[in-house]
C-alpha cells in the first residue's frame, strides 16, 4: 500500500504587519502647562504604538490666528494626517480675531481644542464640575488649589489618571450649551480638549481610564 503523501509545510517566515501609525502636529500658545500634558499624553504606551504627535510651541506666544496660519502651512505635508491647535478664549479681555481664526480653521480642516476661558479649566474639570461662569484669573487660580502647584509647570501625573472624567464633565458642558443656544465665545465655561482627547486615543471608550 503506498503511503498518502501530505503536503510540504510553508517554511517561509511570515512578517507581522503592524498598523500605519497617524502623524498629528498640535500647535500651542502655552508654553508649559499645554505642552507638559499634551508631552505626557503622547509619551503613553498605546497611544505611541500608534500615534505619532509633534508639539509645535510658536516662540512668540502667537494668538489664534497666527496658531492657525501656521497650522495651514503644515497640512499641506503629506506626512501629516492632521493639524489641531491648542488655545483659549481669555476673560474678561478676549484674544484678537476668535471669530476669524475659527471661521479659517474650518475652512482648511484645522482642528480646533479652545478652552474658554483659559487651559485651566480643562484642567480644573479632571477634579470636579465646573458650571459657574470663570475669568481667566479665576481659573488659573482654582486650578493651582486643586493641584497645589506653585510655578507654571504642570505634573501630567494625576491629570492623566482623570483624564476621562475631565472628557465626560467637557462634554456635558457642551451639551448644555447647545441646550442653552449659548453660542461661542459666550459658551463659559466650555473646553474641547475632549476631542482632541479622542483624536489622539480613539480606541479609549468613555469611562475607560487605561492604565499608564
Known amino acids: 500500500m503506498t503511503p498518502r ?6 517554511l517561509r517566515r511570515r512578517t507581522a504587519t503592524r498598523p500605519e501609525r497617524r ?5 500651542c500658545e502655552g508654553e508649559a502647562s499645554e505642552p507638559d500634558y499634551l508631552n505626557a499624553l503622547r509619551r503613553l504606551p498605546h497611544i505611541r ?17 497666527t ?11 503629506d506626512e501629516v494626517d492632521e493639524c489641531w491647535c491648542v488655545f483659549d478664549v481669555e476673560w474678561p479681555k478676549h484674544h484678537p480675531h476668535l471669530d476669524r481664526a475659527i471661521r479659517l480653521a474650518a475652512k482648511h480642516g484645522i482642528r ?34 486643586l493641584d497645589g502647584r506653585v510655578g507654571k509647570r504642570l505634573d501630567p501625573t494625576p491629570y ?11 462634554a456635558l ?7 442653552d443656544q449659548t453660542a461661542f465665545p459666550d ?26
Request: a neutral charge; one cysteine or more.
Open 5 to 10: 503523501r501530505t503536503r510540504a509545510k510553508d
Open 187 to 212: 459658551d463659559n465655561p466650555s473646553s474641547t480638549m475632549h476631542e482632541l482627547l479622542a483624536a489622539v486615543e480613539p480606541a479609549v471608550a468613555p469611562g475607560d481610564d487605561r492604565p499608564n
Open 112 to 145: 480646533l481644542a479652545v478652552s474658554n476661558p483659559c487651559f485651566e479649566l480643562w484642567l480644573i474639570l479632571h477634579f470636579q464640575d465646573q458650571t459657574a461662569f470663570l475669568t481667566t484669573a479665576e481659573a488659573e487660580r482654582r486650578s493651582r488649589k
Open 160 to 170: 492623566l489618571q482623570r483624564r476621562q472624567a475631565a472628557a465626560r464633565r467637557a
Open 49 to 65: 504604538d500608534s500615534t505619532s504627535i509633534n508639539i509645535e510651541i510658536d516662540p512668540e506666544r502667537g494668538v489664534p490666528l
Open 67 to 77: 496658531l492657525v496660519n501656521r497650522a495651514i502651512e503644515r497640512s499641506g505635508d
Open 23 to 27: 502623524t498629528i502636529v498640535i500647535f
Open 173 to 179: 458642558l457642551a451639551q448644555r450649551h447647545l441646550r
